[in-house]
């Protein structure tokens, strides 16, 4: 038995596995998963497409098979947020994905938001300033839809994007997706990043990556998942804290994800090894 605090919750991006939905869900269904994460712009799903019909069945046939569905992210690629010329139909289009999200009873949306400038980069300030409009937009529909906002890191500092949140909201509604094997391709400490951004970390994408390079098969990078459990489980939060498994490499995805799965559950029983 672990000693640490069980308050995380382990599963995948179903995405990922490049099957669809319910044909994904039937794939890991020997998994018995605690938690899955969905696209909210995939090929197969989307909140312009799928119906109230539609989504009171995918919400039934995700529970039927005993996971929670926890989370969805809504990517509008480009330069997502940071763009003022396209930020009021990004806006809308992540708007629609949150009300989706609240439809389904999920409760937080991966949003991908963009690169935030420091505030002494006189250069970046158009850019902070439209995703400072951004991220009160995004807390707005956080506070009218009841589904947290997690930001995922655009590739600045942990520190500047946590300075960055603290001084844009102040009510928790925005929240941030960690991501060790990022930050670890780039040099940085995930830990470090961890204890940077605690107030804010509300679930975790587990994908390893090799230091300064490319994304690697789970446990097998430069990433101390141990350690990174470790540091997740002294958050003090009323609900689980949702660390799912991505993967992006070529080869069998289903493989790969459940190679991940099982090892961040031996992780957390035993986070020391």
């Not at 995918?58 to 926890?70: D, E, P």
């Not at 949003?111 to 439209?130: L, N, Q, S």
Request: hydrophobic letters at 40%; aromatic letters at 6%.
């Amino acid at each position: 038995m672990s000693a640490y605090p069980n308050n995380i919750q382990l599963g995948i991006w179903l995405d990922d596995l490049r099957l669809g939905v319910k044909q994904g869900l039937k794939a890991i269904e020997s998994l018995h998963l605690e938690a899955v994460g969905l696209d909210a712009f995939s090929a197969d799903l989307s909140p312009r497409t799928l119906g109230q019909s539609g989504r009171r069945d995918l919400g039934q046939f995700v529970r039927a098979r005993g996971a929670t569905l926890t989370a969805m992210r809504a990517d509008v690629g480009a330069r997502r947020l940071a763009d003022s010329n396209s930020l009021d139909v990004n806006l809308s289009m992540i708007r629609e994905a949150m009300q989706f999200a609240a439809d389904l009873g999920v409760s937080q949306i991966v949003v991908p938001c963009g690169y935030v400038p420091a505030v002494d980069d006189k250069d970046g300030a158009r850019t902070r300033a439209t995703l400072c409009e951004a991220a009160k937009t995004l807390a707005m529909f956080s506070s009218n839809l009841g589904v947290r906002v997690c930001w995922l890191s655009g590739g600045e500092a942990p520190e500047t994007l946590a300075s960055f949140l603290n001084e844009v909201e102040t009510g928790g509604l925005l929240e941030v997706d960690l991501n060790p094997g990022a930050y670890v391709m780039r040099g940085i400490d995930p830990l470090k990043a961890l204890q940077s951004l605690s107030s804010r970390v509300g679930m975790a994408r587990a994908v390893d990556h090799y230091r300064g390079g490319a994304e690697a098969p789970f446990g097998k990078g430069d990433v101390r998942w141990g350690e990174v459990l470790i540091g997740l489980s002294t958050l003090q939060r009323n609900k689980p804290i949702s660390m799912l498994a991505g993967c992006t490499l070529d080869g069998d995805r289903l493989l790969a994800l459940s190679n991940a799965y099982r090892a961040m559950q031996q992780l957390r029983a035993n986070p020391l090894g």
